[in-house]
């Protein structure tokens, strides 16, 4: 299959129409849309999966292009013409042989998303998000971030010549803050946290005319993320894990990643059950967790918000009843950990397996180990553990030498 000028193979998408995921009414995907406007809830892309299954050869994506773009039929994008691309994607499913033998463990493999363009797994989500509006007529952006989509987002609209404003707590990450300088985006700091910084971002998104790109307000960030669990599968030999390991923060991996198992389940590309999702927070930021333990299908806000992982620093995530159903439907289960162990965890993955890891990836490498002394994880379970982006935006949590 021949790539187009960016890199991307040409083929279209299967994408059919929009779905409100609480009550099921479907929506057109021609036009910019945003929440769905019955029940105020996030919106789903549906594809014509009947349709693919009988015209689409799973192996053709073996062969494509080497970025998450390889996925296209599952894509939103009608024209690869349209697809903003630095790269994303395909990044290794590496097995982990020296925490295997320390943990006494047979099948464990880190999903290495710090090796995407800006250092984290944002690029996927704002990738597929940025192109999808911009085919749909949009001409420039807000974000608001607690990090690493500010920077995703400032590059991606550098690339395709769109113009973003990003709205970030005053205390995020000065790498965040840097990189969206460097990449010519307004950068907007709000006194508060990533909830106050999202308010403002619609407001001004609304009389700017510009799409504002929060996550799970628009439909297609969560397809951009869904192709960690395409790449998993298919790096697994069409096979999928018995556990996930995931840094919960918006939980738009979560979702994407379980959506996309569904839609290969459905395509008949892969057999047996879903893996268990099991979504990792922040002692100082845990809603997800805190509501799962109670049996609650949303979850409320966390008062005064605190974490060093600031892709966890999400009190009220608006899409809480996806995260909390694909926890629950998979059987996995929610866990909340110290940021002193995110911190000692990402000293092991690097001194383990070379990994420099940012503290959410560390935090599933803390919740795999709380896991297995419960028993709620088996030794001979096959393990992903999400490394979700890069720890070098994060040195100032490390020490310069051994003696400190
Ligand atoms: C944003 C972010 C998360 C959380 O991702 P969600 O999809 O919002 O749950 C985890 N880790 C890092 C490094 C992030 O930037
Ligand atoms: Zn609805």
């Known amino acids: 299959m021949q790539p187009n000028k960016k890199g991307v193979a040409i083929m279209f998408s299967y994408l059919d129409h929009l779905e409100c995921t609480q009550c099921g009414k479907t929506f057109p995907h021609t036009q910019l849309s945003k929440i769905s406007t019955c029940c105020g809830k996030v919106l789903f892309a549906r594809y014509d999966l009947p349709r693919m299954r009988r015209e689409v050869d799973r192996n053709s994506w073996q062969e494509r292009v080497t970025t998450m773009w390889r996925f296209s039929e599952l894509m939103p994008v009608d024209d690869p013409d349209n697809v903003i691309t630095l790269g994303e994607g395909a990044t290794p499913l590496l097995r982990a042989p020296n925490l295997e033998k320390k943990l006494g463990l047979s099948n464990l493999y880190i999903k290495e998303e710090s090796l995407n363009p800006t250092g984290s797994f944002k690029a996927r989500g704002i990738s597929a998000a940025v192109s999808k509006a911009f085919e749909l007529g949009a001409t420039g952006f807000t974000m608001p971030s607690a990090g690493n989509a500010a920077g995703a987002a400032a590059a991606y609209g550098a690339r395709g010549n ?16 840097k990189e969206s300088v460097m990449a ?3 950068v907007n700091l709000v006194e508060g946290l990533i909830s106050d910084a999202g308010r403002i971002a619609v407001a001004v998104a609304e009389e700017q005319n510009l799409f504002d790109l929060s996550t799970l307000k628009e439909p297609y960030r969560a397809e951009g993320k869904k192709t960690m669990g395409l790449e998993i599968a298919m790096q697994l030999d069409w096979k999928m894990p018995d556990a996930i390991i995931y840094p919960t923060g918006g939980g738009t991996g979560i979702i994407g990643m379980y959506k996309g198992f569904q839609e290969l389940l459905e395509l008949g590309w892969i057999e047996g059950k879903p893996p268990k999702f099991i979504a990792v927070q922040a002692s100082g930021c845990q809603p997800i967790v805190k509501a799962f333990q109670e049996g ?6 966390w008062p005064n918000a605190a974490t060093i992982a600031d892709g966890l620093r999400v009190p009220g995530p608006f899409a809480d009843y996806l995260i909390l159903r694909a926890i629950r439907e998979t059987g996995g289960t929610a866990l909340a950990v110290e940021d002193a162990e995110m911190v000692d965890a990402m000293y092991e993955m690097a001194s383990t397996e070379g990994i420099i890891a940012c503290p959410e990836g560390a935090a599933t490498l803390v919740g795999l180990k709380h896991l297995l002394v419960q028993g709620f994880l088996q030794p001979d379970e096959t393990i992903v553990l999400l490394n979700t982006g890069s720890g070098y935006k994060y040195l100032d949590l490390i020490k310069e030498s051994a003696q400190g």
């Open 296 to 301: 609650k299908h949303s979850a409320e806000p």
């Open 184 to 186: 010519g985006s307004e």
């Open 162 to 177: 769109l113009p973003v404003k990003v709205f970030m707590p005053k205390d995020a990450p000065a790498a965040n803050k």
